[in-house]
């Protein structure tokens, strides 16, 4: 299993000084450096975090894999077709929100989707999308030729109590695999840490899991590195058969 490191919150700290520093790129490299499989990247259209420079950068600078998630918007679709990312994950996106709410409606938004995946894989452009483990939203990515789907995992990172949270985990486990089914490659993130990864970094299907929020806090009182090492051990030990957290 693979572990995408997202640099979003490093960006958001530098954002409230509007200064230079921390540079979120640097922190990509310290991620790289530490064993991240990809990095990733929120553009958002209202540039709260990262910016179109960051972009340009992360391009040029870092080594591994890059995953731009991004709105379907003809602005940023545009910045991404000159900046050729390795792929691009498209994601719900309103200016209110904190931070991504919840999946795509594929169902609804297909005709438009259709399209900007289109486009994509006419660049050489991989498009995944940013989906709840919804079976009718799984088989219409499918439908609509998108290469992955990243399972929103954050219903069973906010659960509220252990039934609830074991409904969602069984909701993560019949969407990967019925996701693969279709497929499509699976990835998982939104809301993990090093404490409730175990139960999804064991779905078999599921191929990489992607974690921003929980890693930078971490970041905080260990560094960067070790909190990033301290993940990709905890998925590990999962994989090779233990227990984590």
């Known amino acids: 299993m693979k572990l995408g ?20 790129v640097a922190a990509a490299r310290l991620a790289e450096a530490a064993g991240a499989d990809s990095i990733v990247c929120h553009l958002r259209e209202d540039r709260r975090h990262i910016q179109e420079r960051d972009l340009i950068r992360l391009r040029r600078e870092i080594g591994t894999r890059l995953n731009l998630e991004m709105a379907a918007s003809d602005e940023i679709i545009s910045i991404a077709l000159r900046e050729k990312p390795d792929w691009v994950t498209l994601v719900p996106e309103r200016r209110q929100e904190l931070t991504t709410e919840g999946g795509l409606d594929v169902v609804g938004q297909a005709a438009d989707l259709k399209g900007v995946i289109g486009r994509f894989r006419d660049a ?5 999308l940013f989906i709840d ?16 789907v990243e399972l929103h995992t954050g219903r069973y990172a906010d659960a509220a109590g252990e039934p609830e949270r074991e409904a969602e985990r069984l909701r993560m486990v019949e969407g990967a695999a019925r996701a ?11 809301g993990l840490d090093r404490f409730n990864l175990a139960p999804i970094a064991r779905i078999p299907e599921i191929e990489e899991l992607n974690i921003g929020y929980s890693i930078i806090g971490r970041a905080v009182f260990i560094g960067l590195e070790a909190a990033v090492a301290e993940i990709i051990r905890a998925i590990r030990t999962v994989r090779n058969g233990g227990n984590s957290g």
Request: glycine share 10%.
């Open 5 to 24: 490191v997202n640099i979003d919150h490093v960006a958001t700290l530098r954002q409230q000084r509007r200064g230079s520093e921390p540079d979120p």
């Open 124 to 128: 050489g452009i991989p498009a995944s």
């Open 133 to 148: 483990a919804d079976p009718v939203q799984i088989d219409a990515a499918a439908r609509l030729g998108a290469w992955a």
């Open 180 to 190: 693969a089914r279709a497929g499509l490659k699976v990835a998982a993130g939104h």
